[in-house]
Antibody, heavy 119, light 107 residues
Framework: EVQLVESGGGLVKPGGSLRLSCAAS????????ITWVRQAPGKGLEWVSS????????YYADSVKGRFTISRDNAKNSLDLQMKSLRAEDTAVYYC????????????WGQGTLVTVSS | DIQMTQSPSTLSASVGDRVTITCRAS??????LAWYQQKPGKAPKLLIY???ILESGVPSRFSGSASGTEFTLTISSLQPDDFATYYC?????????FGQGTKLEIK
């Protein structure tokens, strides 16, 4: 069974840092691009960042570029999102999702982890 | 950047109705358009990819179509489980864009 499990969310002050993780199982992790998508409370979905299967290609939304860093460890079947200089507008549920190249869509999602940026 | 304009933002319908949600791209995106369903407190669920291919396990009452830069999601006969929020999504090499969402409510 394909599973993606996020962790690392919590309450952080503006300007602070947080590291989210996504643990994958049930599929060959190294064969898939993975993406972070977030959803602010009561709002729609926002793509955050994507990383290709071998980490050769990395993309960020303009809203997080220069502040967030995505990385992966295929040996550990894990994905990280290092978030720095956090702002109130980064408050959201963060989801990791699998992105098969032939679909250009996200076919499996984690349950999400809540990040709250507040003083 | 490619913009995705989704409409309507809210749709009221009854069980058994046929409903259509539209997503318009700001430029040609070929058929690289997906549709997701999201229920409160849950992760989104992939329904359709490449504009019209039904994801495995998704009921056949869901269908997608494309005409130029306009894409539609149709639910042929609404079931109680279908009341949720729906998002379109475009994915290219450099960016990924979601539509604003359509909340499908019970009339």
């Amino acid at each position: 069974e394909v599973q993606l499990v996020e962790s690392g969310g919590g309450l952080v002050k503006p300007g602070g840092s947080l590291r989210l993780s996504c643990a994958a199982s049930g599929f060959t992790f190294s064969n898939y691009s993975i993406t972070w998508v977030r959803q602010a409370p009561g709002k729609g979905l926002e793509w955050v960042s994507s990383i290709s299967s071998s980490s050769s290609y990395i993309y960020y939304a303009d809203s997080v570029k220069g502040r967030f860093t995505i990385s992966r460890d295929n040996a550990k079947n894990s994905l990280d999102l290092q978030m720095k200089s956090l702002r109130a507008e980064d408050t959201a549920v963060y989801y990791c999702a699998r992105a098969p190249g032939d679909k250009r869509a996200y076919d499996y999602w984690g349950q999400g982890t809540l990040v709250t940026v507040s003083s | 950047d490619i913009q995705m304009t989704q409409s309507p933002s809210t749709l009221s319908a009854s069980v058994g109705d046929r409903v259509t949600i539209t997503c318009r791209a700001s430029q040609s995106i070929s058929r690289w358009l997906a549709w997701y369903q999201q229920k409160p407190g849950k992760a989104p669920k992939l329904l359709i990819y490449k504009a019209s291919i039904l994801e495995s396990g998704v009921p056949s009452r869901f269908s997608g179509s494309a005409s130029g830069t306009e894409f539609t999601l149709t639910i042929s006969s609404l079931q109680p489980d279908d009341f949720a929020t729906y998002y379109c999504h475009h994915f290219n090499s450099f960016s990924r864009t979601f539509g604003q969402g359509t909340k499908l409510e019970i009339k």
